[in-house]
């Protein structure tokens, strides 16, 4: 397989999946905290539509650990999401390990992807209703 192939998955969306013990608070997390509703919708599973890809909030029987960043959002002002989201009640997580601190909830994380075009990147993270850890970052040029 080659990426010129249609069936390559270089050429494919990516669509991240989150799982929810209890779709309904989640709804409500995603509307209340974070200001989204979903564009779809089908028995067990909400369909949320970014400026650059999908993800899908899903009723399950299992949860994540919440131990890694499972999905984040890439904004182009960190300080005036971070407001909102403290705004509408979203709490921050506190990270103090070696090389690695949050101050008032944000990190600086030294180095990014060369085609980025970034030196850095701030960042956030914070759980939803169901324990997953999501993350917001912002590249720093």
Do not use: C, H
Not at 53 to 78: C, H, I, K, Y
Request: glycine residues 12%.
């Amino acid at each position: 397989m080659n990426a010129d192939d249609p069936a390559t998955l270089a050429r494919a969306r990516v669509a991240t999946r989150l799982p929810a013990q209890d779709l309904d608070r989640a709804r409500r997390f995603y509307a209340d905290k974070l200001g989204l509703e979903p564009v779809d919708e089908r028995p067990g599973g909400l369909l949320y539509r970014g400026a650059a890809g999908d993800f899908v909030v899903f009723r399950s029987t299992g949860s994540s650990p919440g131990t890694f960043t499972q999905m984040a959002f890439e904004v182009d002002d960190l300080d005036s999401a971070v407001a909102e989201l403290r705004r509408r009640g979203v709490v921050f997580e506190d990270v103090d390990l070696p090389g690695f601190r949050t101050v008032d909830g944000i990190a600086e994380v030294e180095g990014n992807y060369p085609s980025k075009g970034a030196r850095a990147e701030r960042g956030v993270w914070f759980r939803d209703s169901e324990g997953n850890l999501l993350g917001i970052g912002e590249p720093i040029a």
